[in-house]
Structures are given as structure tokens and as C-alpha cells.
């Protein structure tokens, strides 16, 4: 009975405890409202200052306090009038926003109280310390809130202002974040992809930054973005011309995880069909032909196989290489290993690719199969 009546004692002190708490939200963001109100706030940069730093402690305490911050978007709304006024406040600000846009409710604020368009407004004249904050929250915004957030950074010039800075060359760091936010952009806004894949300036800036840079997680972003781009017939082109497929066969030559590999296959898959009639890729075949014959993962020899079924059509130069180079005992291996199903036969049994040769060989090791297997 004793043990019960001090839980119950308990219980009702914790909820006074939250109705207190609530309550104290309550009262300081009130405070913080009459402050705002009040214009002479406004000529004081130091009590704008430790208005921002209240409510940002509020929003980073939770609970009944960040939910009360929540709750009066002109909060946000006065403060954002303020950003790109002074270096010290506009950090105090950037952080602010950044540590909102962790939780989905928070981004509903940022874009409910028009932060977006001014974070990009402003970005090209920020500090660098700065710009990383920024840079994070549009990318958390892009995260949480795919659709929303890239309709809203879209519609105030979001592209042309990501690659205008990926343009000037900022830090490793900074770049990824851009080719990060450019990549969901396309990603989740229709708009955005088709002037990715139709703008020349970023499309040789991507293949130069891939060609230079030496940072995996900057390479890996880009590389990421190139099936998505490469998807478009006019991109295909424009890439073509300056000369990605060079890049991505040194790539593949890198050695790198699954991942990269699969991204690399996937553009050279639908690049190949622009690039049946062209010579000079004698080292790429070599290049695939290598992989197809070292990998066992299904799928990577799938897209092998599709790139060279496009890059034999028509082209007796190519298709001869290849069979030098023993490609028909590979594909027939690739059929027996996996059990002739029809959706490895399709692309692997190719028109492109001398079928009678490759059914021929393949009559003859099925046989030798069998024999083994009695």
C-alpha cells in the first residue's frame, strides 16, 4: 500500500512538475514576443542577440519549451529579418536553424516561415563557418522533407545558386554538401533534374571536379548523380563530349566498393547505346570484359553485358575484340551458373553479340555439365 501511495505521490508531482514546465514555456516565450514587438529591440544588437541565444537554448532543451518555440512561428519570422546583418548574430542564427531542421516539425517551421529563400539569398556572401551551417540545413530540409523542401528551393533559384558556388571552388567538404543538395534536388523535383541535364556549365564542371578531385566522398556523390542525369538522351551527349567514359573506365580500374562500381556500369549502360559507331574504346571493352570475368555479383554482370550487347551492335571491330578477348565462354558460364533464367538469357543471349556462336558454346558446356553431374 505504501509502495503505491509514493508512486501515486510521485506521479503527481512529475505532472505538476510538467504543468510547471509548460507553464514557464509559456511565460518566457511571451516575454521573448514583447521583446520582439517592441522596435527599440531592434536598434540594440545586443539584446537581439540574447533574444536569438533564449531561443535557441529553448529549442535545443525540448520537450514543452521547443514545442512552445514551435507553436509562434513569428518568432522565426522576426529573427530571419535580421540574418546577413551581423557576422556574430548570423551565426547565432544559422546554428538556430540548422538545429531545427533535425526534426521534421522543425523543417515545416523553416519552410512555414520563409528561411529557405533567404538562406539562399545570402549564401554566396557568407562566411565559410557560416556556409557550412547552411549548407547542412538545406541539406537536412532536402532529407527529412525530400518533395517539399526541393519544390521550395527549386522555385528561388536553388540550382543555379549550388552550382554557381560549385563553380568557385570551396572546400572538399562544402562541395560535397553541394553536389549532395544538387543530387536530391534532381532527385525529388522534375524541374530540377531536367535543368541539371540540359545545363552544359554544370555538366563539364561535374566531369572536371570527378576528373581533379582526390576526396572519396565528393567522388562517390557525383558518381552517384550520373545515372540519374545520364538517363536523358541529350545529357548522353553532352557527356560524351567531355569525355566522361575515360573517367569511369579509370574509375573501374580503381578497385572500388560495390556501390561505385555499380553507379560507374549503370551511366556506361546508358551511355553505350550513343557510342556504338565511335572507335577508341578498345581499353573500355578490355576494362568490362576484366570485371565480368573476376565478379560474381549477378547484377554487375548484367550491366556488363548490356553495355557490350550496345557496343557490338553494328560494329564488327568491337564484337571482334571481343570474342578474342573470350567473351563467349563467359557469357555461356554466366547462363549455366544461373540456372538459364530468362531474365539473364535476354540480355546475355544477344542478337548484338553473334548468337549462333554463343549458342553453340553453350550446347557444348551444358553438355560437359551433365556429364560431370551423372
Known sequence: MNEN???????????????????????????????????????????????????????????????????????????????????????????????????????????????????????????????????????????????????????????????????????????????????????????????????????????????ETNYNKLSFTLIRMLPLLSSNINTKSILIQFNIIPILERILHMKHDYKIQRYCLLTLRNLSDQIIHMDNFDSLIVTLIQILSSNNDIHIKIYIVDILSNLSCENQSNKSLMIRNNVIQLLVNIIIQTDQRDDIIEPTVSRKLTKEKIYEKFIIENEKVKKVQY
Not at 516561415?113 to 551551417?133: A, C, K, R, Y
Not at 549548407?135 to 549550388?162: D, M, P, V, Y
Open 5 to 211: 501511495n509514493l508512486s501515486y505521490t510521485e506521479l503527481r508531482n512529475l505532472s505538476k512538475e510538467i504543468d510547471y514546465e509548460k507553464q514557464n514555456a509559456k511565460l518566457i516565450v511571451f516575454e521573448l514576443i514583447d521583446l520582439l514587438n517592441d522596435e527599440r529591440s531592434y536598434r540594440d544588437i545586443g539584446i537581439i542577440t540574447e533574444i536569438t541565444k533564449t531561443i535557441h537554448l529553448l529549442i535545443k532543451q525540448g520537450g514543452s519549451r521547443r514545442k512552445e518555440i514551435l507553436a509562434h512561428p513569428n518568432l522565426i519570422t522576426s529573427l530571419i529579418k535580421l540574418f546577413n546583418t551581423d557576422n556574430d548574430l548570423t551565426r547565432l542564427l544559422s546554428s538556430l536553424f540548422h538545429d531545427l531542421s533535425t526534426e521534421e516539425d522543425g523543417i515545416r517551421l523553416l519552410l512555414l516561415t520563409g528561411v529557405i529563400p533567404i538562406l539562399l539569398q545570402t549564401l554566396e556572401s557568407l562566411n565559410d563557418d557560416v556556409i557550412n551551417f547552411v549548407l547542412t540545413t538545406l541539406r537536412n530540409c532536402l532529407i527529412g522533407l525530400n518533395n517539399e523542401s526541393a519544390k521550395e528551393i527549386q522555385i528561388h533559384n536553388g540550382c543555379i545558386i549550388f552550382i554557381s558556388l560549385l563553380i568557385h571552388r570551396h572546400s572538399n567538404k562544402q562541395m560535397n554538401f553541394l553536389a549532395d543538395c544538387l543530387l536530391r534536388l534532381a532527385m525529388f523535383n522534375t524541374n530540377a533534374q531536367i535543368y541539371l541535364q540540359t545545363s552544359k556549365l554544370f555538366l563539364q564542371e561535374l566531369v572536371t571536379i570527378l576528373d
